[in-house]
């Protein structure tokens, strides 16, 4: 039974790419398929002008790719796609934990434990989904409390691409609790302000994210259709 979805009528593309961007990072909409304009629209309950003003606005952030004769279909990446993105983005998460240990200040230090806290609360209830979303949310405060606007925008462009795959490897249990624990260590750099620290911290914590998305790839977890030819 489709989803219904409540949305209003102001910013209404930006409503349904929001919906959207749910629904490929948690891989409702699979890597590789098409975004079917029809039944997307059935689903979300829109005409299909904010539908594709949506799809457009999804493949500016890297979520979706434009191809000939083809149209609108969810990005899906190659080992080597997941290798050099996660490269960079490590690189870009820990340059923006060093410069917002300079610079964050402590009412966005109080804000960024309670989004630890509430995150804490997911995990316990095993709600993933709400785990990510809270994980995202961190990810972001800490680049945009480096209060570098090229820093953000470079970033925001790369962890669009693999946030799907992000989202993928806290469903083993083992590496769920080990990226809480990371968490725990990065508030803990962050209130102390050791922007070495939290630079180590995050650069470890997305390589293991990077290991962890290469594993699911060669093992056939992510792309099963494939592995199974």
């Known amino acids: 039974m489709a989803e219904i979805v409540e949305m209003s ?32 629209s059935e689903q979300l309950h829109v005409s299909r002008t904010p539908l594709r003003e949506a799809i457009k606005l999804l493949a500016a952030e890297g979520l979706v790719d434009l191809l000939p004769n083809r149209g609108a279909v969810a990005v899906k990446l190659t080992e080597a796609d997941v290798m ?4 960079l983005l490590a690189e ?12 964050i200040a402590e009412t966005e230090i109080a804000e960024l434990r309670a989004l630890h806290f509430e995150m804490m609360a997911c995990h316990a209830r095993r709600d993933l989904s709400g785990y990510y979303r809270l994980n995202a949310r961190i990810h972001s405060a800490i ?6 606007p090229v820093l ?3 970033y925001r462009a790369i962890n669009a691409r693999v946030q799907s795959l992000r989202f993928r490897t806290n469903q083993d249990e ?8 990371e968490h725990q260590q990065m508030i803990e750099a962050l209130a102390a302000r050791d922007g070495a620290r939290l630079r180590e911290v995050l650069v470890r914590h997305v390589l293991a994210k990077r ?7 060669r093992d056939g977890a992510i792309y099963p259709a494939e592995a199974a030819r």
């Not at 820990?94 to 410069?99: F, H, M, Y």
């Not at 083992?174 to 624990?181: E, I, N, T, V």
């Open 152 to 154: 953000a925008q470079t």
């Open 9 to 40: 009528h102001l910013a209404l593309h930006e409503q349904v790419s929001a919906r959207l961007r749910t629904m490929l990072v948690e891989g409702r909409i699979a890597p590789g398929a098409k975004l079917n304009e029809r039944e997307l």
């Open 174 to 181: 083992a590496k769920w609790a080990r990226a809480l624990a």
């Open 92 to 103: 870009l998460e820990g340059i923006s934990g060093a410069l917002a240990a300079q610079r």
């Open 211 to 217: 290991d962890a998305v290469l594993a699911l790839l």
């Open 84 to 87: 050099h993105s996660f490269e």
């Open 143 to 148: 680049n945009e409390a480096a209060g570098n």
